[in-house]
């Protein structure tokens, strides 16, 4: 499920990254709600999801 995020495979999931996803789903998040959806799961507060 991780890769269907992180598109470029970099191991991390930028704010950009959830975005296409999210609106891809229908939905229309904010810049800054997708920094605190990131921000809830974001171990070493780096601003990405990193997949260990």
């Not at 939905?27 to 920094?35: F, G, V």
């Not at 605190?36 to 997949?51: C, K, P, Q, R, S």
Request: glycine share 10%; proline share 4%; no cysteine.
């Amino acid at each position: 499920a991780f890769s269907l995020f992180d598109k470029d495979g970099d191991g991390q999931i930028t704010t950009k990254e959830l975005g296409t996803v999210m609106r891809s789903l229908g939905q229309n998040p904010s810049e800054s709600e997708l920094q605190d959806m990131i921000n809830e799961v974001d171990a070493d507060n780096n601003g990405t999801i990193d997949f260990p």
